[in-house]
């Protein structure tokens, strides 16, 4: 069992932060890998034509990994959720009649792109609202995502959990009603790889994406995305010169080529070997693999548990164990609590969650402590009459 990893972090000791869903703290490790990559330019020559092509794989080999894809190259380093959803968007197979199905609210990245779909060639994006009850909440509203797919949906695409309250999708089960019609799977990974076990092979995704500085633990402006099969032969958005066929050759780039790398290497975003955020990225991965996803969801459910238990004695709620991950969780107020009054007292405390609609987002990490959970827990009680 993992312990937990608060050195491996330069924290503030003053602060609760129970926000990873918002952005993770820098690790130590990664931020050494950052700046010494900003004084590697110091001398140029320290570049080598290869350093381009390894710097990128490593990457690619460290996420291929934490998700048992079978090779590195059907991944690709993108700057954003929004650079891949526009990759899917440029080819998926569709027209007028069709429609795309998402829950409803998802974080906009895995939203505007289709919307442009609409707008353009008269696709429908069917967005599915969670059950207004809050008994069997998770469950009903993973059902009505199934019952919203039908034989005109040529797209499912969702988070393995959502964004803003955490409520568990059921992959597996989405996986077979969409191949029951034809549709492809397309996954914003971004609040939940990382932290919550995703293997490719279980779920078979046709496309992943997740954004590298939550969960993945890295820096802004670089994560990783992958590509299957229903890709292997499409248009990427961008046409950078790494992506085609002998970029290797530095001697030979002018033999302009028509073709492209193996795998899904052509939806890469230009210049990916950015020598700085993809070291940093591979390392945060690396760290993640050496811990485990399945680690981190023991961890944080034998801390939160008995926390958690005190917060529904006081009214609180939120989804149960089924339904959800261990890492992030929305809490709903009961109506005698306000708010806004939650939300000054959190302040005061110094303590960091993240308000979306009408919950509170809690997302803890390994470098939280029964400390954390119990200054959380004792502000909440505070609201509570007496
Ligand atoms: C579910 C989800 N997807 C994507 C993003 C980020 O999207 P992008 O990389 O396009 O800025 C976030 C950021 O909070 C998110 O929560």
Not at 106 to 135: C, D, H, M
Not at 144 to 156: F, G, Q, R, S, Y
Not at 349 to 369: A, D, T
Request: glycine share 6%; net charge negative.
């Amino acid at each position: 069992m993992l312990s937990n990893q608060k050195d491996l972090f330069n924290l503030p000791e003053d602060i609760t932060y129970l926000n990873c869903s918002f952005m993770s703290p820098m690790l130590k490790s990664v931020a050494e890998v950052g700046v010494r990559a900003v004084y590697g330019k110091d001398d140029p020559t320290s570049v080598s034509p290869d350093d381009f092509f390894k710097n990128t794989s490593a990457l690619r080999s460290e996420f291929a990994k934490l998700l048992n894809i079978s090779s590195e190259r059907d991944c690709a380093i993108v700057p954003s959720v929004s650079y891949a959803m526009a990759n899917v968007a440029k080819n998926l197979k569709a027209g007028k009649g069709d429609n795309i199905v998402i829950a409803d609210e998802q974080f906009p990245s895995n939203v505007y792109a289709w919307k442009e779909l609409e707008r353009e060639k008269g696709i429908s994006l069917k967005l599915v609202q969670p059950p207004t009850e809050n008994e069997n909440r998770g469950k009903r509203w993973n059902e009505m995502i199934l019952e919203a797919i039908d034989t005109n949906t040529k797209m499912v695409s969702t988070g393995h959990v959502h964004w803003a309250d955490g409520t568990l999708f059921d992959l597996a089960a989405i996986r077979e009603r969409a191949d029951e019609v034809g549709a492809i799977l397309v996954i914003d990974g971004t609040q939940s790889i990382g932290a919550l076990p995703f293997d490719v092979q279980k779920f078979r995704p046709d496309a992943v994406v997740a954004a590298g500085y939550k969960w993945l633990m890295g820096p802004y402006s670089s994560g990783v995305a992958y590509f299957g099969e229903y890709f292997a032969n499409g248009r990427p958005i961008e046409n950078n010169w790494m992506n085609r066929l002998n970029s290797e050759n530095f001697a030979g780039l002018v033999n302009y080529q028509d073709d492209y790398q193996n795998g899904s290497i052509r939806y890469e975003v230009g210049e990916s070997a950015n020598f700085i955020l993809t070291p940093m990225l591979t390392r945060a991965i690396q760290q993640v693999n050496e811990w485990t996803p399945e680690g981190i969801q023991e961890y944080l459910g034998n801390l939160t548990a008995p926390y958690l238990q005190e917060l529904s004695e006081i009214g609180i709620q939120f989804e149960n164990d089924e339904y959800r991950g261990k890492h992030l969780y929305g809490l709903r107020l009961p109506q005698h609590m306000n708010l806004e009054e939650v939300k000054a007292n959190f302040s005061k405390n110094h303590i960091y969650v993240s308000i979306r609609g009408n919950s509170i987002r809690v997302s803890p990490h390994l470098y939280n402590g029964e400390k954390d959970l119990i200054k959380l827990v004792e502000t909440l009680k505070s609201e509570v009459p007496a």
